[in-house]
């Protein structure tokens, strides 16, 4: 089992709990709601984007199959609270579920690599979600399209504080995530693989476990924030999970920050939900300008904000950041 | 016999990224002779062929060809003024025909005129090649692919054609008849750049031969003159 | 729905597979020159399908026809694309083409939906709605047509990369570009050239595929994913293979439509070619 050394300095530690702290104290600060719900967004999209950069940026795994993990822990958590179990096993479950979703995908995808990859895991929510429209597991049937459901039971009465303050939680470990996973021995290999698979292989890098750990950690971390968001939203149905619209927002929210930098998705979070907030007014011109956005980053600026900042001294000290 | 030389190369340096290749090379190739470039592997020979032929570009220096500067050129501008590459490990398009493969190198406008007479020329060049001229280029072996590489470098009408380890990978026999065919090819009023390995033979076969080392020159000369250089015979033969 | 009579879908099946290697055509020929896959080859076929349907309602021209002006936009778009996208995205970086294509994706897909609506439309002219019989049985016109312009395009695209120099040197430089250089082949105009190629097809082929079926600004996932399906199962470089796997997927489709009912055909065929993806990704004819 590969030694995954947790050191992580206490003052990154605290750069990343004193922040998520105040944020909690929002709801009780008595600010305008729409604050509270951007940061709800902000801290789900950051999980979400960390997650994929995870894949994207430091694996080489462009993943499009994002939405089939948090469908999946959506569809569980809120089927969950249809069977009865309690809300927390429901959220929990939901994630593990999308995790062994992510391993069983593994062997059929790790055998692809770059763009048969991508495709791959693009037809995986699609397949997904023609199969939620015709299947319902629990429940008797529904009229009409869109197999949807409802949240039940306790969950549906939970105080949107404590939705509000888990979402800040995964958040927050999902940085904590980033940052242990990149400095341990999960994440040199990582990176050997990304540059040169087969030299990685050959200096011992158990290539596929490395690639199914790290889809399974993304998969239950996108699981787990997708469950929460379904809890905040109270229904779920297949095209609001298993959308390309999620893996848009994630790319997005990646590449505007800094695709493979650590610091790149709070920024592009912080982008993404405020143009979500902007551009909620125009309907469909919403999409088309954050996909020329998506197109314009990648070509001007490849590392994203983070690239830009990094051209300057100041910002390269703040973070300890050098050139080798 | 006056030789101005259609080739001159002046004080090149070419890097790969931030990695310099050749450091502040000169050298020069006259009109219808055969000039060897011998060296080892990594010396920087076959850069220096994807150099002239404009994959890669120099940082500085100037490389003229019949007294035009074609250093900042795109390599299917440099075919059509008349150098073709011969790559090394032949890079036959394996899926196309022995004929389509010649046809292929007869592309540039310049060369697409003197197609037939071209495809006439290297069948009579390489008789063998003539009859496989329908294989998949795939099928052939080493030796014939090298004449079939060579026959495409011919089809595109060169005044100069450069020859990237020729012998890699062949029988010494084969390895003779091929030279054999280059000296008839120099006969023809083409003049033959060739890069090699194998010291002896190229020493015995060429006219002149420049020895490339860490990417500069360090001895050059005509074959003759190499050939009782003491340097050589200590670095390459061990006497 | 009666179990006896298999011929139906089972001819259906195979002319709807000429359609579908139509579809993949532009998919392969890119990805066998530039070693990309086009994530938004699939919005770009329908955006030709929208074309095609403006022309009609718009012009009065009849959409076939109609190519007359589609396919040169179609050539342009596609040449523009590679030269101020692809070219530049292959220089940046391993992921750089896939997320630039995702976005001219979404950039497609969304355009569509704010020009035409989500609504799905249809391409509906005299003869796309008359059918023909055979034995007794009747089938769509449209089925026949897509599966004779797919025969004749393949042909057409075959004989081109096999007899003329432009042709030769797509072909050469999909097998080595290198050794193309060496020749004195431009890759960098070549490479436009088989964007605006594969667009030319991708044009065609969404003229008859609205003719065929309703779209909608979304239908693009689903083109790509056939298309892709058809490009993997008939293994990358062979047109014949191409062939077959449309067929095969056109088969699969309307098989599994005759036996399960219509709402799972659609899933079939990803499972399918999830299948194949995961166990065979070299395809069944590929080398």
């Known amino acids: ?324 | 016999m006056e030789t101005e030389p259609i080739l001159k190369i002046e004080n090149i340096e070419v890097f790969h990224g931030t990695f310099q290749a050749i450091w502040g090379l000169s050298m020069e190739v006259r009109r219808n002779e055969s000039c060897a470039l011998i060296g080892a592997n990594t010396a920087g020979k076959s850069t220096l062929l994807d150099t002239i032929n404009g994959v890669l570009h120099p940082a500085t220096g100037s490389i003229k060809f019949l007294g035009q500067e074609i250093s900042k050129l795109d390599p299917f501008e440099i075919v059509d003024l008349g150098i073709t590459q011969v790559p090394e490990g032949r890079r036959l398009f394996p899926e196309m025909t022995v004929l389509e493969n010649l046809i292929m190198g007869s592309y540039t406008p310049n060369a697409r005129k003197h197609c037939k007479e071209n495809l006439k020329r290297v069948f009579e060049l390489f008789p063998k090649v003539k009859d496989r001229q329908k294989q998949l280029a795939k099928t052939m072996s080493g030796g014939e692919q090298q004449m079939v590489a060579i026959g495409r470098g011919l089809m595109a009408h060169p005044q100069l054609i450069m020859i990237d380890e020729l012998s890699l990978g062949l029988a010494p026999i084969i390895v003779d008849e091929i030279f054999r065919t280059i000296h008839q090819i120099k006969a023809q009023g083409v003049t033959v750049l060739f890069v090699e390995q194998n010291v002896a033979k190229t020493l015995m076969e060429a006219d002149r031969a420049y020895i490339i080392e860490t990417g500069k020159v360090s001895l050059s000369g005509t074959a003759t003159d190499l050939r009782n250089d003491k340097n050589v015979h200590k670095a390459y033969f061990g006497v | 729905m009666g179990h006896g009579d298999l011929f139906t879908p089972i001819l259906m099946g195979v002319m709807l597979g000429g359609l579908y290697a139509l579809t993949a055509l532009g998919l392969s020929m890119v990805f066998g020159v530039m070693r990309v896959i086009n994530l938004a080859h699939g919005d770009l076929v329908v955006l030709a399908s929208y074309g095609s349907y403006a022309v009609l309602t718009i012009l009065g021209l009849d959409p076939v026809l109609g190519l007359v002006i589609t396919i040169p936009v179609m050539f342009v778009i596609g040449v523009l694309i590679q030269k101020y996208l692809m070219s530049k995205a292959v220089t940046i970086g391993a992921e750089a083409p896939l997320i630039i294509a995702f976005g001219l994706s979404l950039v497609i897909q969304n355009t569509n939906q704010i020009m035409w609506t989500p609504l799905s439309r249809g391409i509906n002219t005299r003869y796309s709605q008359a059918s023909f019989y055979i034995f007794h049985r009747q089938f769509p016109m449209t089925y026949l047509m897509d599966f004779v312009v797919g025969i004749v395009v393949m042909l057409v695209l075959r004989e081109f990369l096999r007899r003329t120099y432009m042709g030769k040197a797509i072909s050469a430089t999909a097998m080595d570009p290198r050794a193309s250089r060496l020749m004195g082949v431009n890759t960098k105009r070549i490479y436009y050239y088989a964007f605006g190629i594969a667009m030319i097809s991708a044009a065609i082929a969404g003229t008859f595929l609205g003719m065929t079926f309703p779209f909608t600004p979304t239908s693009g996932t689903t083109f790509l994913t056939i298309a892709f399906g058809t490009v993997i199962i008939g293994g990358l470089g062979s047109m014949m293979g191409t062939f077959m796997g449309g067929i095969i997927l056109g088969l699969v489709q309307t098989l599994s439509a005759y036996f399960l009912g219509a709402n799972a055909q659609m899933l079939v065929l990803y499972v399918v070619i999830i299948a194949i993806l995961a166990f065979r990704p070299q395809g069944l004819f590929g080398r």
Not at chain 1, 261 to 273: D, K, L
């Open chain 1, 1 to 324: 089992m590969m030694g995954i050394k947790m050191h992580i300095k206490p003052t990154v530690l605290l750069a990343y709990i004193v922040p998520t702290v105040l944020l909690a104290f929002l709801p009780m600060a008595g600010v305008p709601r729409s604050w509270i719900i951007y940061t709800f967004l902000f801290a789900i999209y950051l999980a979400m984007s960390n997650m994929w950069n995870l894949l994207a940026g430091y694996s080489g795994l462009v993943s499009l199959c994002q939405p089939a993990f948090l469908g999946i822990a959506g569809y569980g958590m809120v089927i969950g609270t249809w069977i009865g179990i309690p809300w927390w096993i429901g959220l929990l479950g939901g994630a593990a579920l999308a995790a062994i979703f992510a391993l069983l995908l593994s062997n059929a995808v790790f055998r692809l690599t770059g763009v048969y990859f991508s495709i791959g895991t693009l037809v995986v929510p699609e397949a997904l979600r023609m199969v939620f429209y015709i299947w319902r597991p629990v429940g008797g049937s529904m009229q009409g399209a869109g197999a949807g459901y409802m949240l039940r039971g306790s969950a549906a009465t939970l105080s949107p504080s404590y939705i509000y303050w888990m979402a800040l939680a995964v958040g927050l470990v999902s940085m904590i995530i980033m940052r242990i996973v990149l400095r341990s021995n999960l994440g040199l290999g990582l990176a050997a693989v990304r540059d040169n698979e087969r030299s990685a292989a050959s200096c011992g890098v158990n290539v596929f476990r490395l690639k199914v750990y790290t889809f399974m950690i993304s998969g239950a971390v996108t699981g787990l924030a997708g469950a929460i968001y379904f809890m905040n939203m109270g229904y779920i149905e297949p095209s609001a999970s298993f959308s390309v619209k999620w893996t848009m927002a994630i790319l997005l929210a990646t590449v505007i920050g800094g695709i493979r930098t650590e610091e790149g998705p709070i920024f592009g979070c912080i982008v993404t939900v405020a143009l979500y907030f902007l551009l909620a007014r125009y309907g469909g011109y919403s999409f088309l300008i954050q996909g020329i956005i998506l197109i314009a980053i990648m070509l001007l600026s490849p590392q994203g904000i983070v690239g830009l900042l990094r051209k300057m001294k100041w910002y390269c000290k703040l973070t300890a950041y050098s050139e080798g």
